[in-house]
């Protein structure tokens, strides 16, 4: 069995070594806990990575993981609720913007919720998902979020597709084609509405997205045990087409790369942290085991941007 496992890392070392060399292990996941992690958010505000995802015949959870005065992980579970009931929904995508969390659930769409846990409950009230204004219909399979340059407050949700996981988009430009949107959302807080201001078309298979302040797009692809990539779109490479939806969005066209980093299998949502990139992976999760015997158990962090 040692020498087994001995040859399992040889192989996983060589295949990604570049990548490894360039990532750095922020924290290690509680990968034994039942919970197949899906989404990852930064909150700046008190230094804490929040984790999302599902369970076997159980409530959804996340999962808090902040290092205390003594840099001791200390790692909190809560399950969610939706109107009072438990909640079972995939959890894709996760992200912390201004004191709130918005939880991305591919069809059932976006939860908005105070990012304040009572700590002494264990469980977490999601409510209902907020009204997305927009032409183009998609699944909100991933999240990310930020203010920007005006202060608004921008969410940006995109949706997976493969021969499994059919979307009802398609997108056809000089000669290519997409089946999968990225729609960026302003949000009316009064309202607590979504509308939509431009659309992505984007490859199949992404799990995740990232924008960074120097305009770079970093797309994370995975799927089951195949290397993951993430695709760097730096400005250059963000083509504007002559399309718009029919309430008026831009529609960009993701399909030619800055760079393509190959990555172990089953990276999912992305963040940014002090310009870097974060991610997680579900490898080493008790429902695929294999990033137990590699070590691939933590969020990691790695640069993208131009600025790097």
Same mark, same amino acid.
């Given at each position: &069995?040692?020498?087994? @496992? =001995?040859? =399992?890392?040889?192989?996983?070392? @060589?295949?990604? *070594?570049?990548?490894?060399?360039?990532?750095? $292990?922020?924290?290690?996941?509680?990968?034994?806990?039942?919970?197949?992690?899906?989404?990852?958010?930064?909150?700046?505000?008190?230094?804490?990575?929040?984790?999302?995802?599902?369970?076997?015949?159980?409530?959804?959870?996340?999962?808090?993981?902040?290092?205390?005065? *003594?840099? $001791?992980?200390?790692?909190?579970?809560?399950?969610?609720?939706?109107?009072?009931?438990?909640?079972?929904?995939?959890?894709?995508?996760?992200?912390?913007?201004?004191?709130?969390?918005?939880?991305?659930?591919?069809?059932?769409? =976006?939860?908005?919720?105070?990012?304040?846990?009572?700590?002494?409950?264990?469980?977490?009230?999601?409510?209902?998902?907020?009204?997305?204004?927009?032409?183009?219909?998609?699944?909100?399979?991933?999240?990310?979020?930020?203010?920007?340059?005006?202060? *608004?407050?921008?969410?940006?949700?995109?949706?997976?597709?493969?021969?499994?996981?059919?979307?009802?988009?398609?997108?056809?430009?000089?000669? $290519?084609?997409? $089946?999968?949107?990225?729609?960026?959302?302003?949000?009316?807080?009064?309202?607590?509405?979504?509308?939509?201001?431009?659309?992505?078309?984007?490859?199949?298979?992404?799990?995740?997205?990232?924008?960074?302040?120097?305009?770079?797009?970093?797309?994370?692809?995975?799927?089951?045990?195949?290397?993951?990539?993430?695709?760097?779109? *730096?400005?250059?490479?963000?083509? @504007?087409?002559? &399309?718009?939806?029919?309430?008026?969005?831009?529609?960009?066209?993701?399909?030619?790369?800055?760079? =393509?980093?190959?990555?172990?299998? &089953?990276?999912?949502?992305?963040?940014?942290?002090?310009?870097?990139?974060?991610?997680?992976?579900?490898?080493?999760?008790?429902?695929?085991?294999?990033?137990?015997?590699?070590?691939?158990?933590?969020?990691?962090?790695?640069?993208?941007?131009?600025?790097?």
């Amino acid at each position: &069995m040692t020498t087994i @496992l =001995i040859i =399992i890392n040889f192989i996983f070392s @060589l295949n990604f *070594r570049t990548f490894l060399g360039e990532r750095t $292990k922020l924290c290690t996941l509680p990968v034994n806990s039942g919970l197949v992690f899906q989404g990852l958010t930064w909150n700046e505000d008190n230094y804490t990575y929040v984790t999302v995802g599902y369970r076997k015949n159980k409530p959804s959870q996340i999962c808090t993981l902040k290092f205390d005065e *003594r840099k $001791k992980l200390v790692t909190k579970f809560y399950n969610l609720k939706s109107q009072g009931k438990d909640f079972f929904g995939h959890s894709g995508g996760i992200e912390y913007l201004d004191g709130m969390l918005y939880l991305a659930n591919e069809s059932t769409g =976006i939860f908005a919720f105070s990012a304040d846990f009572d700590p002494n409950s264990s469980e977490i009230e999601i409510g209902t998902p907020l009204k997305c204004n927009s032409d183009i219909k998609t699944k909100s399979s991933f999240i990310y979020g930020k203010k920007d340059n005006d202060g *608004r407050k921008v969410l940006y949700a995109g949706e997976f597709s493969n021969s499994h996981y059919k979307t009802s988009n398609f997108f056809y430009w000089k000669g $290519k084609s997409h $089946k999968a949107a990225l729609v960026k959302y302003v949000l009316q807080e009064e309202s607590k509405e979504l509308f939509a201001e431009e659309v992505y078309s984007i490859p199949d298979q992404i799990q995740g997205c990232a924008f960074l302040d120097d305009g770079t797009i970093v797309l994370s692809e995975s799927w089951s045990l195949s290397p993951s990539k993430f695709h760097i779109y *730096r400005n250059e490479k963000i083509e @504007l087409t002559d &399309m718009t939806t029919k309430d008026g969005c831009k529609i960009y066209f993701l399909d030619e790369e800055s760079e =393509i980093k190959s990555a172990p299998p &089953m990276s999912e949502d992305l963040d940014v942290k002090n310009g870097k990139i974060i991610y997680l992976s579900e490898l080493a999760t008790n429902k695929y085991i294999l990033g137990k015997f590699v070590g691939e158990n933590g969020v990691y962090s790695f640069s993208a941007g131009e600025s790097f």
